[in-house]
């Protein structure tokens, strides 16, 4: 994930299974010589990278968006900051 993505960070709590068998199918030895990755950078895997990677940006979108969300819900229902604000005569807004 490019590390200007907000929120990009939030991938380090993702977990998911891609069955891809069709890997292990292959005449080619797509699977790392340590077991723990593939060889992202071969022709045949490129599509799958991105697929997955387009996946992961979409739901890393979509929980910070329900973060932001929850965040200001938060605030705004916070009864402290509720009269902190009010005691300062700020505007309300967001």
């Known amino acids: 994930m490019p590390t200007g993505m907000h929120g990009f960070r939030l991938t380090d709590y993702i977990d998911a299974i891609a069955v891809a068998d069709f890997i292990d199918q ?13 060889r992202w950078d071969t022709y045949f895997l490129q599509g799958l990278r991105k697929f997955l990677s387009n996946q ?13 969300l929850t965040a200001v819900k938060s605030v705004r229902e916070d009864p402290f900051t509720q009269e902190t604000i009010n005691r300062a005569s700020s505007p309300e807004g967001g």
């Not at 005449?27 to 723990?36: L, Q």
């Not at 992961?56 to 932001?68: I, T």
């Open 56 to 68: 992961v940006k979409e739901a890393v979108v979509a929980y910070q968006r329900l973060r932001d």
């Open 26 to 38: 292959e005449d080619t030895e797509y699977i790392a010589t340590d077991r723990r990755s593939l």
